[in-house]
Structure formats: structure tokens, C-alpha cells
């Protein structure tokens, strides 16, 4: 059977150009929450929906692949409906994270995807910006928004994986928005991807994002939307709790939800957090398996871990990102 190309509109979805334009006014993030199975986005949604906050759901290639793109497409829809059932008109973005090629960022944009990311920040730097202007015309055929990289974030999620940070360079990032036409960017001050973000030692501190690049990327690109990588808290709650039921994630740290406020009340617009979901999600299934080992109902543990899930987005949204109310 021959697939059919969907454009998001047809799906109820936005870009990302409006609720960009409205959080960079109003002086918040939006939150951006990657997504794998049903119960996750279901949870998403539930807690965007309740907190009256815009959302960008994303997945990677490999969430993509696991999901199957035809059915993450319907899922999509579905999250929309399920939305507006609730009562809630709340902005909804699909967004492809991590895209390490042209061909994917192009199949995502025929299956439905209103934004996509193309993330050619390992690439030398005309590398970078060639790619990035390549996808960009693409997309803008069809009105999706493009999300660029400078700088290298460390750690590993996904397919993403660098054993060390590189700092966005300031200097590069004007250059990079005018030659490539991107409608937000990604830089890295400091964030990491994945659960072990930063390695201590014993009585040191988790060190502060770098808001003197921030500062300086601002004032090179004033108005423009700029988006925070890797930006999980790695809540102990629940490193603890996965861990006394048998887990094993010892050193798990992350980026303190102070900072991630004061970024999310800058430039920032877009902060993505995967790995602060993951945690919530594996501490209840554990903790159900652990008190209950007779328990195979998957809609027991799952619909548990679900629960949790709408609760630490619900947080965020109120606490962190500052995008409650305003859808």
C-alpha cells in the first residue's frame, strides 16, 4: 500500500512560530516532552491539558522507529482529540528531536511532523550550515519549523552521544541563523543529555549553566528563540526510589530547576526534558513490582507510572518552565 503524505494541519497541530513568538513575551519556556509509548502521551497530554499549557511532544529516530511512523502519526491526532475532549484548545507541536539527516527530516515532514530538528552540530561548521539550509527550504515549503544546533552537548540519549561538551560560540551564531534561515536554536551552555549529566565528587556541586554565553547569543540575536538541550533536573525522588527497589543509579545528577527558571525567563523558549520522564515512569513500575511481584496487569503498573508521570509535568509546567495558564 502506498503511503500517503499528511500535512500537520490536517492532523490539528501548529509549528512552532506563534508559541514561540508568545513565550518570548511573556518570559517562559515551552515545554517540549519526549515520548515513546501511549502512556507517556497520554500523560503529557493530561498534564498540558489540565495546566492549561502549550506543548511540543517530540520523539527521536529511535522513538520514531520503535513507535512505527504510522502509527505515531494517528497517536498524534489522537492526542489533539484527546485535548479538545477535555476541554482544553491547548497549542500542540510534533516535533522531530535529534534528526541526523536530510531523508529523515523529510519523511518526518510527509508523515504529519510540524517542526523538526536537524542537528548537524558534530559537522565543521560549514557542514553545519549547509545541511541546516538544505532542510530548512525544505520544511518551509510546507510551513514546518526548523530547529538548529551549535555546540556540542555532552552525554548520551538516544543516538545522541558525546563524551564531551563543546560551548556555542557566541561569534558563530548570527552568522549561522542569517546563512541557514532556522526558526529557533539550540546551543549548549552547559546542559547534558541523559540521567548522568555531570560527574562529582564528594561534597561538590552540580555546576551553573553558563548565562554569560546565554547573555552574549542574546544580544547577537536579539528576539530570536533559543532552545535548552538536556535540561532534566534528575528529580532524587525518584533515583532514590528506583534504586530501593532495586535499582542501580548511583550519581544520577542534574540541572537544578532554579536555573532552568532563570534560562526559561531569558531567551529561552523551548526546554526539552526526557530523561526526568523516563525516571518518574521506571520508579513506579518498579516500586509496583516490588510490592506487588504477583502483579502482570500491565494497565496496573503502567496506568501507575502514567499517574506519576502527569504529576511531575504538571511541576514543570507551574514550577519550572512558567508555562501553566498560558495557552
Known amino acids: 500500500m502506498e503511503k500517503q503524505n499528511v500535512h500537520y494541519s490536517q492532523l490539528g497541530l501548529v509549528n512552532t512560530k506563534a508559541i514561540f513568538e508568545k513565550a518570548m513575551a511573556g518570559k517562559y519556556a515551552i515545554p517540549a516532552y519526549n515520548f515513546n509509548n501511549l502512556e507517556q502521551l497520554q500523560a503529557i497530554i493530561t498534564a498540558c491539558a489540565d495546566t492549561n499549557s502549550p506543548v511540543i511532544i517530540q520523539v527521536s529516530k529511535g522513538a520514531r522507529n520503535y513507535a512505527n511512523e504510522t502509527m505515531l502519526r494517528f497517536m498524534a491526532m489522537g492526542a489533539v482529540r484527546m485535548a479538545r475532549e477535555m476541554g482544553s484548545n491547548i497549542p500542540i507541536c510534533l516535533h522531530l528531536d535529534h534528526g541526523d539527516s536530510y531523508d529523515l527530516c523529510v519523511s518526518c515532514i510527509e508523515s504529519g511532523f510540524s517542526s523538526v530538528m536537524i542537528d548537524g552540530s558534530h559537522l565543521p561548521y560549514d557542514e553545519n550550515v549547509a545541511l541546516t539550509k538544505k532542510v530548512v527550504e525544505y520544511a518551509h515549503q510546507f510551513d514546518v519549523s526548523v530547529e538548529g544546533e551549535l555546540g556540542v552537548l555532552a552525554g548520551i540519549e538516544d543516538e545522541v552521544a558525546a ?144 499517574k506519576e508521570l502527569v504529576k511531575l509535568i504538571r511541576h514543570k509546567n507551574e514550577a519550572v518552565l512558567g508555562s501553566a495558564g498560558k495557552a
Open 163 to 306: 563524551e564531551h561538551s563543546t560551548y556555542t560560540k557566541p561569534e558563530q551564531v548570527e552568522d549561522f541563523v542569517k546563512k541557514t534561515g532556522v526558526d529557533s536554536l539550540a546551543i549548549s551552555i552547559g546542559t547534558s543529555h541523559g540521567a548522568y549529566k555531570f560527574k562529582l565528587k564528594p561534597g561538590e556541586s552540580v555546576p551553573p549553566l553558563r548565562f554569560d554565553i546565554l547573555d552574549e547569543c542574546e544580544k547577537r540575536i536579539p528576539g530570536f528563540p533559543i532552545v535548552l538541550h538536556g535540561a532534566s533536573s534528575i528529580v532524587q525522588e525518584y533515583v532514590v526510589m528506583i534504586n530501593s527497589y532495586g535499582g542501580k543509579m548511583d550519581g544520577a545528577v542534574g540541572v537544578p530547576e532554579e536555573q532552568l527558571r532563570q534560562a526559561a525567563a531569558s531567551a529561552v523558549c523551548k526546554i526539552n526534558i526526557d530523561s526526568d520522564g523516563r525516571l518518574a515512569f521506571t520508579a513506579k513500575i518498579r516500586e509496583c513490582f516490588a510490592k506487588d511481584p504477583k502483579e502482570f496487569d500491565p494497565r496496573k503498573y503502567l496506568g501507575e507510572a502514567r
